[in-house]
């Protein structure tokens, strides 16, 4: 299903009210495990927010592009990676993924909750195809969960993805040719981070890590 999580909607979540929250976002955990067994190289964290992930890689050796469509994310992702003194570690550029090309494949290509105006699997379809051979893909994503996904999307209940954001490891799983990607993870998961006003919440995500045969 298409929605208009494009360009300007993304740029009014960078420009608005949660900007200054998400601009302190921890590393994300799944990416710390999934990763923490591979050899640092090349990668790419797609829709890459205020760089929290990126910078992580970085200081782990990996050489990171981090990509987004939001100006203000960039800006943010930049200051922190001057403040931990990797502003070279880390390319920035600012992309609509749904059309960008990348000038090469990565060892690694990532990405962490995002979602841009065009069908979801179709986007995990692209950034897929930038993972060069033996390298590593692994997509963190909202878990589809009918009981909870909203239609209206991010800004009031962050409680609530985008029913069509969301998708399952199964249907990320079923689009992994498995004479193309040796499937390392597929896992469905809840966790708890602590939300405005100091509130608990509750957070389902879908985890797939797959390796690219040579
Ligand atoms: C929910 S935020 C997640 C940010 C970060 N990955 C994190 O986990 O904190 C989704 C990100 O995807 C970016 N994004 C959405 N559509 C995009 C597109 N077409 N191209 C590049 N980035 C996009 C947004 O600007 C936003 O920073």
Do not use: K
């Not at 893909?137 to 996904?149: E, P, R, S, W, Y």
């Amino acid at each position: 299903m298409t929605h208009s999580f494009d360009r300007g909607y993304w740029n009014r979540i960078w420009d608005g009210d949660r900007a200054a929250a998400m601009a302190t976002s921890q590393p994300n955990p799944h990416l710390m495990r999934e990763v923490s067994d591979l050899a640092p190289g090349t990668a790419l964290d797609a829709g890459c927010g205020a760089g929290a992930e990126a910078i992580w890689l970085a200081t782990g050796g990996w050489q990171v592009t981090g990509a987004d469509i939001a100006t203000a994310a960039l800006a943010h992702a930049a200051e922190r990676a001057a403040a931990s003194g990797l502003a070279d570690r880390v390319r920035w550029v600012e992309a609509d993924l749904s059309t960008w090309q990348p000038d090469a494949r990565y060892d690694l290509v990532t990405t962490h909750y995002a979602h841009p105006a065009m069908p979801q699997l179709d986007f995990y379809d692209r950034i897929a195809s930038w993972v060069a051979p033996a390298g590593t893909l692994l997509i963190v994503g909202h878990l589809h969960d009918q009981d909870h996904a909203s239609t209206a999307g991010h800004g009031h209940d962050e409680t609530e993805p985008p029913a069509s954001a969301s998708v399952t490891a199964a249907d990320i799983t079923a689009r992994l040719d498995p004479l193309v990607w040796d499937l390392r993870t597929a896992r469905e998961s809840h966790r708890t981070l602590t939300g405005h006003g100091g509130h608990p919440v509750s957070i389902r995500d879908v985890v797939v890590r797959a390796s690219r045969r040579s």
